[in-house]
């Protein structure tokens, strides 16, 4: 039974193509939140959403889109993929201001 | 806002040994200071935390501890095991913030 989910687990793409990570947790949490972590292992913040309500947006380009169809949902697309988008991206959910709980990863490679 | 160091950045240390890692936080408001192991090819996973008004907790071989008016905690792992292998991350978060601010990471290698 995993708590938070994430899919797909590894994705290798092409520049300029458009990739969708999709994120799901079983624990009840209303806070979802999205981190990149980069080659030094930096854990980078990028959205999180409460109550389907978009509360923190980091500084991002807006290639970079969320969309919480639901409390228990929280998916990022990512238009024209570039190669500086290579990178561990986390899912990670909470209840509101509480510990986070992440996603095993979704490791993208951009060629 | 929140500024978090953490050192070192690499630990290296025989089976058997204490492990500390330290970090420093910057906002005095900072009430909660959570610990994640993140091993290879995994997600950071919580292993224990502390609130502002504990100096210390302590869990089987991991304890974390908190001195406030120095504004740094640490966490100390005694008899490590290989299994300890991983990158560790102190963060802190204040009541009001919703998301922790994380340290840079120390990469912890437990030689057999």
């Known amino acids: 039974d995993t708590a938070v989910s994430q899919t797909p687990k590894y994705l290798v793409t092409q520049m300029g193509n458009d990739k969708s990570i999709k994120c799901e947790q079983n624990?009840?949490?209303?806070?979802m939140y999205w981190y990149k972590q980069d080659s030094k292992k930096f854990l980078k913040i990028m959205f999180s959403?409460?109550?389907?309500?978009?509360?923190i947006n980091e500084t991002v380009p807006n290639r970079f889109s969320p969309k919480s169809p639901d409390k228990a949902h929280l998916n990022l697309h990512i238009n024209s993929l570039e190669l500086g988008d290579s990178a561990v991206y986390f899912c990670?959910?909470?209840?509101?201001?509480?510990?986070?709980?992440f996603g095993p990863g979704t490791r993208l490679l951009v060629l | 806002g929140e500024n978090v160091e953490q050192h070192p950045s690499t630990l290296s240390v025989q089976e058997g040994d204490s492990a500390v890692i330290k970090c420093t936080y910057s906002d005095s408001a900072s009430n909660y200071f959570p610990w994640y192991k993140q091993e290879l090819g995994k997600g950071p996973q919580l292993i224990i935390d502390?609130?502002?008004?504990?100096g210390e907790k302590k869990d089987q071989r991991i304890a974390v501890t908190l001195n406030k008016t120095a504004k740094h905690f640490s966490l100390h792992i005694t008899e490590t095991q290989p299994e300890d292998s991983a990158v560790y991350f102190c963060a802190a978060k204040g009541g009001g913030s919703y998301i922790p601010t994380f340290g840079r990471g120390t990469s912890l290698i437990v030689h057999p």
């Open positions: 502390i609130r502002s008004n504990v």
């Open positions: 990670a959910s909470s209840h509101t201001k509480e510990t986070q709980y």
């Open positions: 959403y409460n109550n389907k309500e978009l509360i």
């Open positions: 624990l009840g949490h209303d806070t």
